[in-house]
């Protein structure tokens, strides 16, 4: 199997971009993906048996072991590496089902309100990302319920600009929230 570009890249980024016989990096000298155990001699692509290596340690190198401290050395990094990536996955896991949980929260609190005799559901989006981002730009909960509630009681308003309204509202707020952010920091720098 050959070396996907995907994994040259992440071994490049692993070894922080030098080579890991000499250490010079790149743009200083041409970086290529080397096998630690050569694949004549039982070795595999596997991100565990790849180093960067510049063009100079690796020209004359051919098909020679590879030393053990060396093996040694990059498998350890291969596994700090593999960890790492692992507890990356299980933090985007995590935040998926954080907002997961946060739209259905949202889902639900916008569900509660009608307008009309008829008791007919606001229109609302197909999904609810945006708020997301209200919370990811500071919003509290508590702020945003608040927010719906505005824009919910907004009699200028048609239910079919609601979303548009209660976005903006959540826009205003973030924008306040900064503003009050600076002045409390430029405080802290009269004090």
């Not at 994994?7 to 080397?34: F, I, Q």
Request: charged share 25%; aromatic share 8%.
């Amino acid at each position: 199997m050959a070396v996907t570009k995907r994994l040259r890249y992440e071994v490049l980024r692993r070894d922080n971009y030098s080579c890991r016989y000499c250490g010079r990096s790149a743009p200083e000298v041409k970086l290529t993906v080397d096998h630690v155990v050569p694949v004549a001699l039982g070795g595999s692509d596997e991100p565990s048996n790849l180093v960067a290596a510049c063009a100079d340690c690796n020209a004359g190198k051919s098909s020679v072991p590879a030393d053990a401290p060396l093996v040694a050395d990059v498998a350890a990094d291969a596994l700090r590496w593999s960890r790492a990536m692992n507890q990356v996955a299980e933090m985007r896991i995590a935040q998926i089902e954080s907002d997961a949980g946060v739209l259905k929260w949202f889902r639900d609190l916008w569900g509660e309100w009608t307008y009309g005799p008829e008791k007919l559901p606001v229109p609302a989006p197909d999904g609810f990302d945006g708020v997301l981002k209200f919370l990811a730009n500071g919003l509290s909960r508590e702020e945003i319920a608040n927010l719906v509630r505005v824009a919910m009681k907004a009699d200028h308003i048609r239910p079919d600009a609601t979303w548009r309204y209660f976005c903006g509202c959540c826009w205003k707020r973030v924008r306040e929230n900064v503003d009050m952010a600076a002045e409390l920091i430029a405080a802290e720098g009269d004090v």
